[in-house]
C-alpha cells in the first residue's frame, strides 16, 4: 500500500540534510525568514504628477520623464475629462512608455501601451466631468530618462478642453 502522508520535497530534502524541522546551522544565513516590509516604508515615498492638459484633436499628447536621479515604482495612471457640455461629448485616452533601457520598439516611436482606457462619454445634459483609471497588477520600475506618454486616441469635434492627466508611483532618489 502507498504512503498517504509524504515528506514535504524542499530545501532541506534537496541536501539530504535532516535536522528534526530546523534548519543546519551551516546553511542559518543563507535560508533565514525574512518579512517585505517594502510596502510599509513605501507610504512615505508615495507621490503623484498631474498634467492639466488642453487638446483639440485625436493625437494630442503628453510626454513626461523620470527626472535625472530618480526612479518611480509606477503604481496607476488615469485621467478626468474637463466638464463635458452635452451628452454627445466624449474621450479615450492610452498610457505608454519610451526610451525603456532595454527596450525594442522595431522602429516604432513608442513602446506598446500599458493602458487604454474606456471610452467615457457625458451621460448628463448640462455638463459633468468623466474619469478612468488603471492601477497595475505591481508596480513597474521605472529608471531616469523613461518617458512616460498619454496620448488621446478619440475625441469628439467640440472645442477645446482641458484633461487632468495623473500618474501615481514612489519616487526614490538613485
Not at 505608454?96 to 513602446?111: I, M, W
Request: glycine content about 8%; aromatic content about 8%.
Amino acid at each position: 500500500m502507498g504512503q498517504v502522508n509524504r515528506i514535504p520535497n524542499g530545501f532541506l530534502d534537496l541536501l539530504g540534510v535532516e535536522s528534526l524541522g530546523k534548519n543546519p546551522p551551516l546553511y542559518s544565513d543563507a535560508i533565514s525568514p525574512t518579512v517585505d516590509l517594502t510596502e510599509l516604508y513605501s507610504a512615505q515615498t508615495l507621490s503623484s504628477h498631474t498634467e492639466d492638459f488642453s487638446h483639440t484633436a485625436i493625437d494630442d499628447q503628453v510626454v513626461i520623464f523620470v527626472p535625472e536621479g530618480e526612479t518611480w515604482l509606477l503604481r496607476a495612471v488615469g485621467f478626468r475629462s474637463g466638464i463635458l457640455t452635452n451628452t454627445n461629448e466624449y474621450e479615450m485616452w492610452e498610457f505608454s512608455l519610451d526610451s525603456l533601457p532595454r527596450g525594442n520598439t522595431g522602429g516604432a516611436t513608442s513602446e506598446p501601451g500599458i493602458w487604454t482606457s474606456k471610452r467615457v462619454i457625458n451621460q448628463l445634459v448640462g455638463g459633468a466631468r468623466e474619469s478612468d483609471d488603471f492601477t497595475l497588477p505591481a508596480p513597474l520600475a521605472l529608471t531616469a530618462g523613461v518617458a512616460l506618454r498619454a496620448k488621446l486616441l478619440i475625441r469628439d469635434t467640440s472645442g477645446a478642453r482641458t484633461t487632468a492627466l495623473n500618474w501615481l508611483f514612489n519616487r526614490f532618489n538613485s
